[in-house]
T-cell receptor, first 114, second 115 residues
């Protein structure tokens, strides 16, 4: 168990630019989740994959956001035309499908939009 | 939608003492799971303890225990014999037994441990 890996750890970008984050889940986990966490708040659910299928997207995920998990392993989260309000910590987590399987979180990618 | 409320933004505890963090939640479901997660500064979130709603017995993990009051929709976390390494932000989380892929988190409680 090497844990959930997220890259990069930090990203600073200018408003209007596109950014892409990567998440590598624990290898035997077929569920993958993206959450967003702003300072002093709890994480908010963004989207979830079962293998390569994206099964739900939160209304928080505007059209500028897209997530993929093409081979059911790693996932990418892309934000197009970034806005200052996108500044947050983006957390990835993974889990098994079995009932009550806990989520394992990565260290997150901190995005700052200037 | 389920809501999770943590009414204590900050708590402070003396080393070796006990602190209790409160959490309430709102749901119409009977089958669900509750969790406490710990997030140290600049480090990843880790699971502290979990409780299945169908279990009456309160979960315990070493120095961490919960007081689960299903009728009151309350799920408090007790940290006994507090250690400096317990300093972190603690999040209470709810997971539906039906749509069991989504965690709903509270706003968190920052725990400070005084030496």
């Amino acid at each position: 168990d090497t844990g959930v890996s997220q890259n990069p750890r930090h990203k600073i970008t200018k408003r209007g630019q596109n950014v892409t984050f990567r998440c590598d889940p624990i290898s035997e986990h077929n569920r993958l989740y993206w959450y967003r966490q702003t300072l002093g708040q709890g994480p908010e659910f963004l989207t979830y994959f079962q293998n390569e299928a994206q099964l739900e997207k939160s209304r928080l995920l505007s059209d500028r956001f897209s997530a993929e998990r093409p081979k059911g392993s790693f996932s990418t989260l892309e934000i197009q035309r970034t806005e200052q309000g996108d500044s947050a910590m983006y957390l990835c987590a993974s889990s098994r499908t079995s009932e009550n399987s806990p989520l394992h979180f990565g260290n997150g990618t901190r995005l700052t939009v200037t | 939608a389920q809501t999770v409320t943590q009414s204590q933004p900050e708590m402070s505890v003396q080393e070796a003492e006990t602190v209790t963090l409160s959490c309430t939640y709102d749901t119409s479901e009977s089958d669900y799971y509750l969790f406490w997660y710990k997030q140290p500064p600049s480090r990843q979130m880790i699971l502290v303890i979990r409780q299945e709603a169908y279990k009456q017995q309160n979960a315990t993990e070493n120095r961490f225990s919960v007081n689960f009051q299903k009728a009151a929709k309350s799920f408090s976390l007790k940290i006994s014999d507090s250690q400096l390494g317990d300093a972190a932000m603690y999040f209470c989380a709810y997971r539906s037994g039906i749509n069991d892929y989504k965690l709903s988190f509270g706003a968190g409680t920052t725990v400070t441990v005084r030496a």
